[in-house]
C-alpha cells in the first residue's frame, strides 16, 4: 500500500512558477513510476507528466512539454513537479499518482496508476 501526500498548489498569475511536492509512504519507492496528472473542472483527467525509478526517463504530456518537469527524491521519496510558464489553461487539481513497475512498456492513462493522493489545487489568474 502506497499513500501520497501533494503540496505545494496555490494561486499564482500567469507567467509565474510553482512547485508541486508529493511526500510518498511507499516501503520501496523505487518499484514504483511516479507521476502527475491534472483535471480541470469538467474535463477528464490529464497526464502531465512521468518518471521511472532511477529518474533518469521522464514522460511528458503534449500540453505541459517544455514547460513542466517532473524530478524525484528517492532517498526523501519524494516526486516535483516544477511547472514554469503558468497560464491559467494550466488552473486545475493536481494528483501524484504512483505506478508499479511491471515488465511492460510505460503507460501514460490513468487506469495504468494504481495509488492516488487527494490532490492539491493550482489556479493561475490572466
Known amino acids: 500500500q502506497v499513500q501520497l501526500v501533494e503540496s505545494g498548489g496555490g494561486l499564482v498569475q500567469a507567467g509565474d512558477s510553482l512547485r508541486l511536492s508529493c511526500a510518498a509512504s511507499?516501503?520501496?519507492?523505487?518499484?514504483?513510476?511516479m507521476g502527475w496528472f491534472r483535471q480541470a473542472p469538467g474535463k477528464e483527467r490529464e497526464f502531465g507528466g512521468g518518471i521511472n525509478w532511477s529518474g533518469a526517463t521522464t514522460y511528458y504530456g503534449d500540453s505541459v512539454k517544455g514547460r513542466f518537469t517532473i524530478s524525484r527524491d528517492n532517498a526523501e521519496k519524494r516526486v516535483y513537479l516544477q511547472m514554469n510558464s503558468l497560464n491559467p489553461e494550466d488552473t486545475a487539481v493536481y494528483y501524484c499518482?504512483?505506478?508499479?513497475?511491471?515488465?511492460?512498456?510505460?503507460?501514460?492513462?490513468?487506469?495504468?496508476?494504481?495509488?492516488w493522493g487527494q490532490g492539491t489545487e493550482v489556479t493561475v489568474s490572466s
Open positions: 511507499a516501503r520501496t519507492f523505487t518499484r514504483y513510476i
Open positions: 499518482a504512483a505506478q508499479t513497475i511491471r515488465d511492460m512498456p510505460f503507460r501514460s492513462e490513468p487506469t495504468s496508476f494504481d495509488y
